[in-house]
């Protein structure tokens, strides 16, 4: 009989699950907001991944899971914290990454890696909120903008704008100002894409940024960030396919290890 | 925490030391308040009590007395940027708060720049607030070495410093009792590093965390034979543990380093977490800043204040960068680590502040790996759980991954 692994991370915005088969293979995935109760969207995340590889759950041999709320999993059988998580995963979607910069819902993280996914050093910014997947969405609110169009529309931008604060509260009222003194929203959106960047580079300058640099996490799909962070950088950024479930894969893959080793 | 037998009589001392202090009026003794890295030994010698604020600003942060003493600081204007110790120390004052409804009054103070510029500040808040008399023992920080010129020019301090005690005590100041003061206080250093040492054994008979515990009497009782007493049987009590290979946690696989000042308010929380992992860390640079007096002063006899001068110049927080990379290098080595865990004290600037960098170097050094886990001695506010356990278990995944 195929056995298969799941992977669930719950993080402060939105939830996910992987599953892979015994050689890591991804079958099913998916991506649904937390909530306000995170151990429900990591069940119902689960039950969709499931679904979508066309299994039971009664097919999965194990489950890790991952994320703030990686404790309070019922369906997991153990639990990994983020940062190897999302080291494993890369690792698996882009075997030659050195450096990851994972930007999630409230905290962003860089973390360097050897081959294999081997953890060498990490940094975290969990005190706040800027930067982050959060800062972005109210951002995107005080703009009028959609979050999936922000990084598109930023892209168009004209001007250089800069922002003199990350603060999400000061920030907004910054650019609500910015805004009634008519400046363009697309400026106004790189200027915010860049002050992510300004930050995250001083983050990942704390561990060493080494080359090739992969980038997880929701904000992974904001083209203007990835592209301000490119510049700030001076190298190139690989984004995977889908980059918010790099945790929940590395997950997955853990809980498959999990079970190879048990075998031996 | 490792149960200690000696833990018990620890208390009784340390009862005893704040019961004389509290009633050093009613039997005609005077009370200073002193700096942790003060020359303690000078107050000893002319049979003063020596009280430690920031002794007290722990055993409130331990006991989760603060909050409520940091809030009535804040609204006394002192800002939160402040070390919460002396936010802490002034609530405490105010409202006679915390475990002993306050310290007892103090007849002078004597304070000395050796860990930092905020207690020359924080000291004459008190000497406003008290109308009474401020020895500032100012000493340099030790960018690279110590010099013979910063020893000449403690040397000087330290006369001055008798010179203050004379007048306030009304007698000339005792050259025999000063000399036993140092020899006493040389004793007892020694014998808190044995007890720091024995973390070299596998497993470690103690932590880090028994030792911010079993700390209390060499900061504030070194100088009286009653540290040597109690050291001397807390050293034998080791020795046992050691004999029998009785390990301080059941399991000890992780051997770790601690940086910086305890987190008072989670002491038993981070040993929890950290025990269950099979992680402890057996040395702390803080815990060492107190054995470092004692190797100095067996050396110079001759030459007392300059012994004690290079010795009070010596702590790890008084240090340059290049030192404190090579300290940790080599606590790495001597005690067989596999990583280090560096707290950076939100309110404690002067040992936070080269954390990052020493990091790096020592990583790249070392090749073992370490961890910043952000948040304040007593501040509570600054801990956030979740935080600091997802950094935590990263860490520790990843040492146990190499390993």
């Not at chain 1, 690792?91 to 081997?118: F, H, M, N, V, Y």
């Not at chain 2, 046992?240 to 305890?262: A, K, Q, T």
């Not at chain 2, 404690?348 to 370490?370: A, D, H, I």
């Amino acid at each position: 009989m195929r056995a298969f692994f799941a992977g669930i991370d719950v993080g402060s915005l939105s939830a996910e699950a992987v599953i892979v088969d015994a050689d890591g293979r991804m079958l099913g995935y998916s991506v649904r907001p937390t909530g306000h109760d995170g151990r429900r969207a990591g069940s119902e995340a689960l039950a969709e991944a499931l679904e979508r590889a066309g299994l039971e759950r009664g097919a999965v041999a194990g489950v890790v899971a991952t994320g703030y709320s990686r404790k309070r999993i019922a369906e997991a059988g153990g639990d990994k914290t983020e940062i190897s998580c999302h080291a494993k995963g890369i690792a698996c979607l882009l075997p030659q990454a050195r450096t990851i910069i994972d930007i999630g819902g409230q905290d962003s993280k860089a973390i360097r890696i050897a081959e294999g996914g081997r953890v060498l050093d990490f940094a975290m910014n969990d005190k706040c909120a800027a930067g982050t997947g959060r800062f972005l969405e109210v951002m995107a609110s005080a703009l009028g903008i959609g979050l999936a169009e922000f990084g598109e529309i930023a892209l168009g931008h004209r001007a250089d704008l800069v922002l003199s604060t990350t603060c999400t509260v000061f920030a907004e009222s910054e650019v609500v100002s910015l805004v009634s003194q008519g400046h363009a929203v697309a400026d106004i959106a790189y200027a915010l894409a860049r002050a992510i960047a300004t930050r995250t580079v001083g983050l990942a300058k704390r561990v060493g940024v080494e080359p090739p640099v992969a980038m997880s996490g929701g904000v992974a799909k904001n083209l203007a960030v990835v592209q301000a962070l490119e510049v700030a950088l001076g190298c190139k950024i690989q984004v995977p396919q889908e980059p918010q479930i790099v945790g929940a894969l590395g997950a997955a893959l853990f809980a498959r290890d999990r079970s190879r080793d048990a075998n031996l | 925490m490792t149960k200690l037998a000696s833990t018990s009589k620890m208390k009784e001392i340390m009862g005893t030391y704040y019961l004389e202090a509290k009633n050093a009026a009613h039997n005609g003794l005077k009370v200073a308040w002193v700096t942790s890295g003060a020359p303690v030994e000078y107050l000893h010698a002319v049979g003063a009590i020596p009280i430690y604020p920031e002794n007290y600003a722990a055993m409130c942060g331990a006991s989760h007395a603060t909050a409520e003493l940091l809030r009535k600081a804040e609204s006394l204007g002192y800002a939160g940027e402040l070390c919460s110790y002396a936010r802490s120390d002034f609530g405490a004052e105010a409202l006679q708060g915390g475990p002993l409804m306050g310290l007892p009054r103090p007849d002078f103070l004597v304070c000395a720049s050796n860990i930092c510029n905020t207690v020359t500040k924080w000291y004459q808040v008190l000497s406003r607030h008290f109308q009474v008399p401020l020895f500032l023992v100012d000493m340099p920080f030790v960018h690279d070495d110590i010099s013979e010129e910063m020893v000449a020019y403690v040397k000087g301090q330290f006369a001055g410093l008798e010179e203050f005690l004379a007048e306030i005590m009304g007698r000339p100041f005792d050259r025999d009792r000063f000399s036993e003061a140092v020899l006493q206080s040389a004793r007892a250093t020694e014998l808190w590093r044995e007890v720091l040492e024995m973390g070299k054994a596998r497993p470690a008979p103690l932590n880090s965390f028994d030792t911010f515990i079993h700390l209390a009497p060499i900061v504030t009782l070194r100088g009286t034979p009653r540290a040597v007493e109690y050291y001397t049987a807390l050293v034998e009590e080791l020795r046992e543990r050691v004999s029998r290979g009785e390990g301080s946690i059941p399991n000890e696989r992780i051997r770790l380093l601690w940086d910086n000042l305890p987190i008072w308010y989670r002491i038993k929380y981070l040993a929890d977490f950290l025990a269950n992992w099979g992680a402890v860390p057996v040395v702390a640079t803080y815990t060492n800043s107190w054995a470092l007096i004692g190797d100095v002063q067996l050396e110079g006899r001759d030459d007392l204040a300059g012994a004690l001068a290079r010795a009070y110049l010596s702590p790890f927080i008084n240090r340059g960068v290049r030192y404190r990379i090579e300290y940790l290098c080599r606590m790495i080595e001597e005690f067989s680590l596999d990583g280090f865990l560096m707290h950076s004290d939100r309110t404690c600037k002067p040992y936070s502040l080269t954390q990052l960098p020493v990091k790096e170097e020592v990583q790249r050094r070392t090749g073992k790996p370490g961890v910043v886990l952000e948040a304040d001695k007593v501040d509570e506010t600054a801990f956030v759980e979740a935080a600091i356990t997802t950094r935590l278990e990263a860490f520790l995944e990843s040492v146990l991954c190499r390993n």
